[in-house]
């Protein structure tokens, strides 16, 4: 299967057809959107028309209650984190608090005092947030987390002992390295309306067939 990922859309209609287009020209069978719509009732409708599936970003629980209330019940329900196999995708991080599965689970903790990273790092400038994810991703055994929110499409892989990152566009596989020493990855899938690595929209492309992962950036009509 072959699984079109973008993330932080705000509020960019030509970012989402621009991505629909490219999903079909990369022969994508599913596509899974990252959070931060924005308040476009347009893109919820274009979304939910296409069952693509989704997960909260800040835009929605902060947004929330900004919804029309044919909107709202829906986005309400949209889950923290999608788990397909060992892959996890995620708006932010892997790292979700427990009792947090919903964006209105997200919205009443918020209510109770819980600050904004704890929910919401940025992983590729916070050290400790990226060690949480990569903790989360050994609990649970998974190989890898897709997310957005940084706007940045950079990729951290932990194997043997130690970090590395690279920036996209780019290929690579995900390995498995050892069974003492996992490979791990957390992938900043970039921002397909809004991004702060260039002028072009950013989106990946993961085909669990080979492992592959194909960090995409392409030309778009920006505001």
């Known amino acids: 299967m072959r699984i079109a990922i973008f ?20 022969n ?16 919820f409708t274009a979304l939910r028309s296409r069952e693509i599936s989704c997960t909260f970003g800040n835009w929605e629980v902060s947004g929330l209650r900004r919804l029309p209330p044919q909107w709202a019940e829906w986005v309400t329900d949209w889950p923290a984190k999608i788990e397909i196999g060992d892959i996890c995708y995620t708006h932010a991080t892997p790292d979700i608090p ?21 929910l919401f790092p940025r992983l590729h400038s916070n050290e400790e947030a990226r060690w949480s994810a990569l903790a ?13 929110h940084t706007h940045i499409q950079r990729t951290w892989v932990y194997e043997l002992g130690r970090w590395r990152s690279f920036n996209g566009p780019a290929e690579f596989v ?5 069974p003492q020493k ?6 900043g899938v970039g921002s397909a309306g809004d991004p702060q690595d260039g002028r072009a929209l950013r ?4 085909d669990d067939a080979d492992r592959s992962v194909h960090l995409m950036a392409v030309s778009g009509a920006m505001r």
Not at 28 to 43: E, H, I, K, T
Not at 98 to 118: K, S, V
Not at 182 to 187: D, G, H
Not at 203 to 206: D, H, S, V
Request: proline share 1%.
């Open 182 to 187: 996992p490979t791990r990855y957390l992938i």
């Open 28 to 43: 994508a069978d599913r596509l899974l959107y990252l959070g931060d719509l924005g308040g476009n009732v347009q893109l």
């Open 136 to 148: 989360a991703l050994e609990a649970n055994n998974q190989r890898a987390a897709f997310h957005g």
């Open 98 to 118: 427990e009792g947090i599965a919903t964006t209105g689970d997200a919205l009443a903790r918020m209510g109770q005092g819980a600050g904004w990273g704890q």
């Open 7 to 26: 993330s932080d859309l705000h509020n960019l209609t030509s970012g989402f057809h621009i991505i629909m287009r490219e999903a079909q020209r990369q």
């Open 203 to 206: 989106y990946a492309i993961y």
């Open 174 to 178: 995900l390995e498995a390295g050892t």
